[in-house]
């Protein structure tokens, strides 16, 4: 009786410390191991930490898994029923549909519009003087956040973009940590501890979606074909038009989705460039031969290959998404261990991108690992920053070459360093964050 009261407390515990920095809840042994049963409270939960499992959960089987209830419902509140969190027909409709709004065809002209707001921002930091200190993942996310309503919607946010940082900051530190009441097997529909605090984040959030809205309407007819476009033409087989309100769930989740993890890899990008002064460097050589002092263009990307291996690496070391949980709707079987129906499977990348089976040196930054030659050797499935099967990122592409071409214009001009004394921590939340924010020094390159 005593044992097994210290054991539920031991858990209890460990859940309390896994939902303050989910990452504190990944001990060493699982680094190495390639499943691991975990016992949370009364339920079971499976760490699927292998390339083959990977490939079982997200692709071969991947119709036994939807995403868990709990993860959903912490996402819910704001994007609705929209593409992130869909599931079944309506999920296979909307991705079909969104697919075309991230299509390698359209990438050179989106590559015009990341390179102008990155000049504007640039054009902003000089007005700073010189040195300057910016929180750079605020400033990272208000520049991601420009480009995707000006690629997906066709608007630019002006001061909105603000409204929308401070609404979605709110939403993080009140929706943002996984929910206990998920491993107590409580049904999804009860009302969660901070749910009501988060209301005021959405209602800030939706009078801009309905600003941008308003102006896609008026816009209609002379409006480029972008993702609203899309959304506001489909008519379905009767003719019916999209409901207004998956109209609106959908803008959600694009512009969330589309903005946060691009920030989160610059900014994690250039912490790790302060920090490997050789890797820095190599990036200034590569910059300076393929541009020239031009600014980076859409053309130039091929060309920046280590530029773009520094983006890869830092995706491994510090996946914005760090984690995948699944529920199983029937029975499975992975690497030998039954999964029970109803089982969670979480699939960490923050420990698979540095499982030693799978990387050598894994704790090293290596943008080398990625280059051309070297990348076909890393095990499929060992990688996942944007997921895989059919759920992959829609934006991964533009994701890529967004991440690439920020990082190449910033670094060209700038030497970002963090501010003396500032412990950075990773946090892991609904996406990978620095806790408290990423203060750097900003200073012109000579
Ligand atoms: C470096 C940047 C990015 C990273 C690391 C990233 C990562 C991810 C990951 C891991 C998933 C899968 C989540 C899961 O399976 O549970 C995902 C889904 C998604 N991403 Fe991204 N993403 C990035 C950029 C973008 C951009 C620019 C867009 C804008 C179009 C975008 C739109 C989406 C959407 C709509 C989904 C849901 C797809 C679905 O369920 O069908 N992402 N992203």
Redesign the pocket.
């Known amino acids: 009786m005593l044992k097994n009261l210290r054991s539920t407390w031991n858990d209890f515990r460990h859940l309390l410390r896994a939902r303050e920095n989910v990452l504190a809840a990944w001990p060493k042994s699982y680094y190495r191991r390639e499943l691991i049963p975990v016992r949370c409270l009364h339920r079971w939960m499976f760490v699927v930490n292998s390339p083959a499992g990977v490939q079982q959960v997200m692709v071969s089987n991947a119709k036994n898994y939807r ?1 868990s209830p709990g993860n959903s419902q912490m996402l819910k509140p704001l994007l609705g029923n929209g ?2 969190v869909s599931e079944g027909e309506l ?1 296979t409709r909307q ?1 079909r549909l ?1 697919n075309p ?2 299509h390698g065809s359209r990438l050179q002209g989106y590559s015009k519009i990341i390179s102008d707001a990155g000049q504007a921002m640039l054009a902003d930091w000089r007005t700073r003087g010189d040195p300057h200190e910016e929180d750079v993942t605020e400033a990272f996310t208000l520049l991601t956040a420009n480009i ?1 309503s000006e690629i ?1 919607f066709g608007y630019k946010l002006g001061a909105s973009v603000h409204t929308l940082y401070d609404a979605f900051v709110e939403y993080q530190a009140t929706h943002g940590r996984m929910h206990l009441t998920e491993f107590l097997g409580l049904p999804t529909w009860l009302p969660r501890p901070g749910q009501w605090r988060g209301r005021k984040a959405v209602d800030q959030f939706d009078r801009v979606l309905a600003q941008i809205l308003r102006a896609g309407k008026d816009a209609d007819g002379e409006m480029p074909e972008n993702f609203l476009h899309m959304l506001l033409s489909f008519r379905d087989e009767e003719g019916k038009p999209m409901e207004p309100s998956l109209v609106r769930d959908e803008m959600a ?2 512009f969330l ?2 903005h946060e ?2 920030a989160l ?1 610059l900014s994690w990008a250039f912490m790790l460039l302060e920090k490997h002064p050789e890797v820095e460097a190599r990036v200034h050589e590569e910059l300076a031969r393929v541009l020239g002092g031009r600014s980076p263009a859409f053309e130039d990307v091929p060309n920046l290959t280590y530029t773009r291996a520094v983006i890869d690496e830092t ?1 491994r070391l510090y ?3 760090h984690a ?1 949980t699944r529920q199983a709707i029937g029975e499975d079987e992975i690497s030998g261990q039954k999964i029970p129906a109803g089982a969670f499977v979480t699939i960490t990348s923050w420990v698979l991108h540095r499982h030693t089976l799978y990387w050598e040196e894994p704790e090293v930054f290596k943008p080398e690992r990625f280059l051309p030659g070297n990348a076909a050797k890393i095990p499929q499935h060992a990688y996942i ?3 895989a099967g059919a ?6 592409h ?3 070459l ?2 690439t071409l920020l990082l190449a214009l910033i670094a060209q001009s700038y030497r970002l360093r963090v501010r003396p004394g500032h412990v950075v921590e990773p946090l892991g939340r609904m996406t990978l964050r620095p806790r408290g924010g990423l203060p750097m020094r900003i200073e012109r390159r000579g």
Request: aromatic fraction near 12%; glycine fraction near 12%.
């Open positions: 995403k593409l992130f999920w991705r969104s709004a991230t995707i997906m989740s694009i989705a589309g993890t691009t890899t995706l996946p914005p998404v995948f920053p944007f997921g759920r992959i990122c829609l934006g991964k533009l994701g890529l967004e991440s």
